[in-house]
């Protein structure tokens, strides 16, 4: 019998090899931070059960983050590492955790270079192949003499040969990025005058020493892949005609895999973790461009989070596997359900970058916004429990998670809603060009809500009567928040030009003419970008400082401002706004005030909490949990997470 998903995927569910290692499927999570080891690089439960999840849920080859040669050589505080035998025991626990579910697993090797700073490295200067600063750390590096990359790659070589004895299933050198090895192998970092600099030949040296010191360690039959940038994007940095040579050099001296990855941390992002802005699998052409012209595997990565471009990727010849790493942290268990066919149940990856890049800057373990139980995959362990009755009010997406959470554990969950769909504040956020995808965690909660059995109640406006008369066990209240209105500003409230964010995206009104969106963070700009697209007339964005969006992946900020400036909206930082008057908005710029012409005037001025029935329904006690912006308005990854646990710990 031919089934839907045999039709589906001809390539993704088949073996493949890397060296002699045989991976059971084409679908790779490529390395990401977790900032889950201890300070000192040792494995931790909730480290060992992230991984362990994604082994679980059917992902073939899982490479780790990158793993420490010595104490110095790190980005963050918490970064796994094998610079000592002591470190061996903790991660051979995770490899076997892996390997108990079928996965085979890499173990990545890098040292960060420049690209860190001396409060995570154990207080020393960070080191590059010239003297540099990295410019978002800012610390300069100093140049490595020529003893200590000698050094450095006899620590190289040992780390590897630990990472055999844990048991890992190859090794993966972590050579993109602008980390030390990227720095380099490229002329953007690489300034030296002696063997290590200038031509190619010379800037590659360092890798093939590492690469060879690792081979002497580990034998000729243990995978070694190297994982490299093929294109940087930055002024000097490398592109395909040079990615080509080294990949045909790579093969060359034994490799036994490519990961083609693309970018620098320093061009911002712009190719490693992409926000929702860029465009699913934007560096898949430069892996096809490899795999051309080397008879190794090649792996192509970047944005991709759909199984189906992921097998269309590998019909078409563009790589051999697919990496799909933000995806594995949306859904773990992505794999297993693409095999099964059920499509509609993926959750998938918005590009928001809030709770995965977002945490790896925070120093915070990685979460991610649509999935939150990532990172706490320990803790959740959905034991059987007491069923209760179960009453959450308000259907964004902190009480759809704490609705999921509860009906998982056995509960019986009602959720009420005042709207007459289910999604909150996340269904205008979805309405913002070039955050499309935002709206599929809507789509995936509501299918998830149903899956469970949840009684829904739309358009069911709560009091604190109607909660007593229902007699919960529990009660969630999850109202979130509403757009504040800035009342401080004269003639603001009340007038009828003055509208909300949320209404413009939407579509309840819509401005035309001269409008004024009040707020820099990322609801207003997304407004702008809104209103621009739409064609709705002179745009400007009203911004007390010289930021915008400054709380936001820089990388997605970027991308949204040149959207922005291509439309022509005006971007008025360093304005203060005096007050709306009839003949126009007043506003004071460097000393100087100004009436300008207005027709709308659009508030982006942040959220306050909907929160009166906590004071109305005291009296239940601890019965009763508030939950998410009804206790301060923050990001949609605090509303989930909350919710979550509120209704996993019902
Ligand atoms: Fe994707 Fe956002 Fe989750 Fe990161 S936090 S994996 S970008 S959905």
Not at 224 to 252: P, Q, Y
Not at 371 to 392: A, D, R, S
Request: glycine share 10%; hydrophobic share 35%; aromatic share 8%.
């Amino acid at each position: 019998m031919i089934t839907e998903t045999s039709t589906m995927f001809k390539k993704l569910f088949t073996p493949f090899k890397i060296g002699n290692c045989e991976i059971p499927n084409r679908i790779a999570v490529p390395a990401m931070v977790t900032n889950m080891p201890t300070e000192d690089g040792y494995a931790t439960e909730q480290f060992i059960k992230y991984y362990e999840e994604k082994a679980k849920g059917g992902y073939g080859l899982i490479i780790t983050e990158d793993y420490l040669i010595n104490p110095n050589g790190k980005g963050y505080k918490h970064v796994a590492a094998l610079y000592e035998d002591a470190q061996i025991e903790g991660h051979a626990k995770m490899v076997e955790a892996v390997h108990s579910h079928g996965s085979k697993i890499f173990c990545q090797i890098y040292h960060c270079g420049r690209q860190s700073n001396h409060f995570v490295n154990g207080g020393v200067q960070t080191m590059a192949p010239s003297p540099s600063a990295d410019p978002w750390n800012r610390d300069m590096a100093r140049e490595l003499t020529v003893d200590e990359i000698h050094t450095f790659v006899r620590q190289f070589g040992e780390a590897a040969g630990r990472a055999k004895k844990c048991g890992f299933d190859g090794i993966e050198i972590h050579a993109g990025h602008g980390y030390l090895i990227a720095a380099f192998l490229s002329f953007h970092q690489n300034h030296r005058t002696d063997e290590y600099g200038g031509p190619l030949i010379n800037r590659v040296r360092f890798l093939h020493e590492i690469y060879d010191e690792m081979r002497k360690n580990v034998g000729d039959d243990f995978p070694i892949m190297i994982r490299f940038s093929a294109v940087e994007g930055t002024a000097n940095g490398r592109d395909l005609g040079e990615a080509r040579v080294l990949a045909k050099m790579f093969e060359e001296w034994g490799v036994d895999a490519i990961n083609c990855s693309n970018g620098l941390y320093s061009s911002y992002n712009d190719g490693i973790i992409a926000s929702t802005w860029k465009k699913p699998a934007f560096g898949a052409s430069n892996a096809k461009a490899l795999k051309e012209i080397v008879n190794i595997p090649v792996m192509a990565v970047n944005r991709i989070n759909d199984p189906l471009v992921a097998e269309e990727l590998l019909q078409d010849g563009y790589c051999d596997f697919v990496g799909m790493a933000r995806a594995s942290l949306a859904d773990p268990h992505l794999p297993n359900k693409a095999k099964e066919g059920r499509l509609c149940d993926i959750r998938q990856c918005i590009g928001c970058l809030q709770a995965c890049a977002g945490h790896t800057y925070q120093q915070i373990p990685t979460c991610c916004l649509v999935n939150p139980e990532v990172g706490k995959e320990y803790k959740y362990t959905f034991e059987p429990t007491e069923p209760k009755k179960v009453l959450i009010i308000g259907g964004g997406p902190g009480g759809m998670n704490a609705a999921i959470a509860a009906a998982r554990r056995g509960h019986d969950v009602t959720l009420w809603e005042k709207e007459d769909r289910l999604g909150g504040q996340f269904i205008a956020a979805g309405c913002t060009p070039g955050k499309g995808d935002y709206i599929t965690y809507v789509y995936s909660l509501n299918r998830t809500v149903n899956q469970l059995g949840v009684k829904v109640e739309l358009n069911k406006e709560a009091t604190a009567d109607d909660v007593r008369a229902f007699g919960a066990d529990k009660v969630i209240i999850a109202t979130g928040g509403v757009g504040r209105v800035p009342e401080e500003i004269p003639g603001i409230a009340g007038d009828a030009r003055v509208i909300m964010a949320e209404d413009v995206l939407r579509g309840r009104v819509n401005p035309e003419g001269y409008i004024y969106i009040l707020g820099g963070g990322s609801v207003g700009i997304e407004t702008a970008c809104y209103l621009a697209d739409a064609e709705r007339g002179h745009i400007s964005i009203v911004i007390r400082r010289d930021v915008v969006a400054d709380k936001e992946d820089q990388g997605k900020v970027n991308f949204m401002r040149a959207f922005c400036e291509q439309r022509h909206v005006k971007f008025l930082f360093k304005h203060t706004i005096n007050e709306l008057a009839e003949d126009g908005l007043v506003l004071t710029h460097n000393g100087e005030t100004e009436t300008h012409k207005v027709d709308w005037v659009v508030l982006s001025c942040g959220y306050v909490p909907v929160n009166g029935l906590v004071e109305e329904l005291k009296d239940l006690g601890d019965k009763v949990v508030v939950i998410g912006d009804a206790v301060k308005c923050r990001d949609a990854e605090d509303a989930g997470n909350e919710g979550f646990d509120a209704g996993y710990f019902a």
